[in-house]
């Protein structure tokens, strides 16, 4: 009998404290969890494990959300992985972008408590 492999997620986000939250969050669902601060780590991450899913911010140091959801979206290894938008950004112009450039779902963080959002990313995964 195979052992089912756990999800692999990669958290991106510059709070610290969303960070540890969502990240304590996924792994009491059995998730590998990865963490990012800036979208150039994020970048480096994803390339390495090739995430299940990325929850992103959409600003951030170095390299903005935008800029690396499209990096994201360009490189066929992820091309099986869900993106989702987890971010201040309310503007529908900012909805629209992200959508345009592969992003599949968009949570402004002031609508959606963490519990929401970890609902959001299990049913994403399953």
């Known amino acids: 009998m195979s052992e089912k492999k756990a999800h692999k997620i990669l958290v991106v986000d510059d709070n610290q ?3 540890q939250i969502i ?5 009491k669902l059995g998730c590998e969890v990865f963490t990012a601060q800036d979208g150039e780590k994020a970048l480096s991450i994803a390339d390495k494990e090739l995430p299940d899913l ?4 959409l600003i951030l140091p170095k390299v903005d959300g935008f800029e690396v959801i499209e990096k994201l979206s360009k490189n066929k290894d992820l091309n099986d992985s869900k993106i989702i938008v987890f971010s201040q950004l309310s503007q529908q112009e900012d909805i629209d972008k992200v959508k345009k450039l ?3 779902a968009y ?3 002031k609508d959606f408590s963490v519990k929401e ?8 995964i399953k």
């Open 17 to 19: 404290f969303y960070l």
């Open 23 to 27: 990240e304590s969050e996924l792994k």
């Open 54 to 57: 990325i929850l992103i911010d």
């Open 102 to 104: 592969g992003a599949d």
């Open 107 to 109: 949570m402004i963080k």
């Open 117 to 124: 959002l970890v609902d959001k990313i299990e049913s994403m």
